[in-house]
């Protein structure tokens, strides 16, 4: 199977036809601002057809044929009407900057009337730009659009164009605004700048003729791959074997944030649902000796008989993103987004995610959902597009919806981006494009967020030779531990794509997290219940991000990155949320802990620890960090205008009686302050300082003291 080149169906942003007199174009090649002969450029693509390659194709296709021989690649079409493009191995071409494209191309019979030339900025045979000239001497350029014929300079007669069975040299030449068509290393016209239908570029042939063609050539200045300071060296890529990949096309994984499951999408393949040719989603579980179990298909409702992909999971495993959309009864609807849940009877029909004002004018799309679940990355292609697909991003708003499309110009190239995948960092991306110089069809790059817009961007750094082959390459994920990344490439044997992995130097990981794994449980019976976990910035005030608990377990995952100190709890109709909090601000490595969060059921004689309540040493002051716990009992005693409480302060054992039973009492004196201050009648709150009389934990130790320091609530009244 061929590597999907994921090129169809280009989009193109019309360039008018400069207004430049030809005359004053001539005069400017004749004071040298366009050169008539060639420029000194580097040449960074050049086949002389010395020997046969796989490289162009050879063979007899009924009304076309093709072969190499004595230096000489020779094609010949038999059919009179339509084109044949036979594009070269694709190469970075900047589009920005001065080029020549140059063929040398020899008629041997056949329609003189007919163009032969050169194809460049193509997509395919139905978008293709072309300049050419006709053995009996005239000159011409048109293109292909949705595979219609569009007159650009209508062919005419040029003294330059050697005829019939004589060598032609032509060359499209850029410089500047200007495209000049050289024949024989004669200026004989301008045309306007090519419209941008792909990357393409190679040989065309029309009318039924026999041509052989001597050398072809690109010429260019251009800058040196702009690599990464730290990417990975004298490493080698892993392809993942015969229990992940298969003869089909392996493509797109997504790795869970915890690094122990890997998704994949498989087509075509005679075990999908539906057709073998559309795209199914198949998981592999990671086995206690480090290697991948079976891939299985994850069956429905994820997979039915159209085309299923997995966009991204959340680091609980418990919400996936899926490609398209799906009606009621699981059966495909339409392009789109779709959001399912992990349940006690397993996964839910997707639901569509609403993203308004979504359209995208390429068949293709790819996907990232942020850690956090608030940020939709989004390779697609809109009408202000730069060329093929560029990067876009959506927010998350408050009626469960996603923002209108935001175009990220930082990372939109005239090439084509896709694959973005957000780390478990939430600043760092990886995606692929190939509107970058890097060292194959397609290139993974790195790049870091810079702000909230999510729009501002570190300039990309491609990852290197061992993460890039010569070839395509694309869908890097990496677990929070950022330790191996995952990718999708063409494989040596058969040119499939296969599952990879590589590892990673410091340098292009992700920012070190806190990986947080538990269960959410009921305090009094410790039974797991399904709940929404929040996590906020207490530092910032602000809410970070949302996960779900999943029954029968009731486990849940988050990932909260270094920098910052965090506010976590998970919340339950019928129960108060307990509250935890973690300082990631000094986090320098990844690291994984364990956190049951408790949810108490209100009622009477229930006694709820308010964790995330701070304190000036010794003081009785409330700081900052403290107010969006303050806001949760306060929405509590608002919506509950009967419920009575008694707040309570405890102290650990560090100072005399006295002075332990004061601060306790002031420290709930100022919670209970806050809450009569924004409304909740004093009537209802009684505050009480207990001092260190009711202990938690032992105060031999600075963590058994930390949790004896604590302001709790009971209920008094319902």
Known sequence: MAIPTLKSNYRYEPVLLKNIVRTILIAAAMTGAIPVCAADMPVVYRDDFSTATQV???????????????????????????????PAPQIFLDINADYDI?????????????????GYMAADVNYVNVVGYTAD????????????????????????????????????????????????????????EPRLFGRAFGIVVTGSIAVEADYIEVRQTQQPIRLAADYPKDVVRENLGPNVNTYSGDLSPVITA?????????????????????????????????????????????????????????????????????RPDGRPLSGGVSISYRTEGGWTVPREVIIRNYYNRNRFAEYSLSPSGQQLIMAIQRDDSKGDKDMYVSHLLSDGTFSAPQHIQTLSTWGNEMSPFVA??????????DGLKGYGSMDIWVTRRLDDTWLNWTEPENMGPSVNSDKWD???????????????????????????????????????????????????????????????????????????????EGSYSIALPSGDLYGFRAEAEGYYPVSDQLDARKLEEYTELERDLLLVPLR????????????????????????????????????????????????DNVGSDDANKALSKDRVEAVRTYLVNNGIDEKRLMAVGYGKSKPVASNDTEEGRQQNRRVEFKIVKM
């Open 56 to 86: 162009w194709p050879v063979g007899n296709w009924g009304d076309r044929i093709a072969g190499i021989s004595d230096g000489m690649y020779h094609l010949r079409k038999l059919s009179p009407g339509g084109l044949w493009f036979i």
């Open 102 to 118: 140059e063929l040398r191309l020899r008629f041997n019979s056949g329609q003189k009337d007919k163009i032969i030339g050169i």
């Open 137 to 192: 001497g005239s000159l011409g350029a048109f293109r292909i659009s949705s595979g219609r014929y569009e007159d650009v300079v209508t062919p005419v007669p040029s003294a330059s164009v050697k005829q019939n069975n004589e060598w032609n040299t032509i060359t499209v030449r850029r410089r500047g605004s200007a495209i000049a068509i050289v024949i024989n290393d004669d200026i004989t016209t301008y045309t306007e």
């Open 258 to 326: 915890d690094g122990r499951q890997l998704y994949i999408g498989r087509y075509p393949y005679e075990g999908n649902i539906g057709h073998p040719s559309t795209e199914d989603i198949y998981v592999s579980d990671l086995q206690p000796d480090g290697l991948w179990g079976r891939m299985r298909n994850i069956g429905r409702p994820l997979n039915n008989e159209g085309s299923n992909f997995l966009i991204s999971i959340t680091p609980d495993g418990n919400t996936a993103l899926v490609g398209n959309t799906y």
């Open 424 to 433: 478990a960092d939430g600043v760092t991306m990886y995606y692929a494009t």
């Open 474 to 552: 694309g869908y890097f994920t990496v677990p929070a531990k950022g330790d191996y990344a995952y990718l999708s490439a063409a494989n040596n044997t058969d040119g499939s794509a296969d599952i990879y992995r590589i590892r990673l130097t410091k340098g292009v990981r992700p920012q070190p997290v806190f990986l947080v794994r538990g269960h959410v449980l009921d305090a009094v019976t410790r039974k797991p219940i399904a709940a929404r976990v929040a996590y906020e910035s207490l530092t910032h005030r602000m809410a970070v991000g949302t996960a779900r608990s999943a029954l029968p």
């Open 604 to 651: 009477v004689n229930e006694t709820i620890k308010l964790s995330n309540i701070f304190f000036d040493f010794g003081k009785s002051t409330l700081r900052d960090e403290s107010l969006p716990e303050l806001e949760r009992l306060l929405a509590l005693l608002r919506s509950r205008p009967s419920l009575v409480i008694e707040l309570q302060g405890h102290t």
